[in-house]
Nanobody, 125 residues
């Protein structure tokens, strides 16, 4: 079991770039797949990307269509961290981004086994 902390959110304008971090403050992410999720007010949480475990392919499993070509998921094993690089942002109001872990290390088609508390990204006008 791991404890997760998301960080990197803040105020952004259209076209900005931002890198979010998912850090295991307890335990290791080496053998988990890790997904990033986005939730906006009034809508359900949506998985936008997932990365396989280091012990498996150790690469991206999926990107939702709306972020393909703009977002990149990656892992820094020595730092026990998974990143979400977000480019060409199209913010609309506020959104909270969460990371979640998958014990299987490869199967990401469900909400996840463990979650952090999220980090907020807010669009400015």
């Amino acid at each position: 079991q791991v404890q997760l902390v998301e960080s990197g959110g803040g105020l952004v304008q259209p076209g900005d770039s931002l890198r979010l971090s998912c850090v295991a403050s307890s335990g290791s992410l080496d053998f988990y797949a890790v997904g990033w999720f986005r939730q906006v007010p009034g809508k359900e949480r949506e998985q936008i990307s997932c990365l396989s475990a280091r012990s498996r392919y150790n690469g991206p499993i999926k990107y939702v269509d709306s972020v393909k070509g703009r977002f990149t998921i990656s892992r820094a094993n020595a730092k026990n961290t998974v990143y979400l690089q977000m480019d060409s942002l199209k913010p609309e109001g506020t959104a909270v981004y969460y990371c979640g872990t998958y014990v299987s290390g490869w199967y990401c088609d469900y909400p996840g086994d463990y979650w952090g508390q999220g980090t907020q990204v807010t669009g400015s006008s």
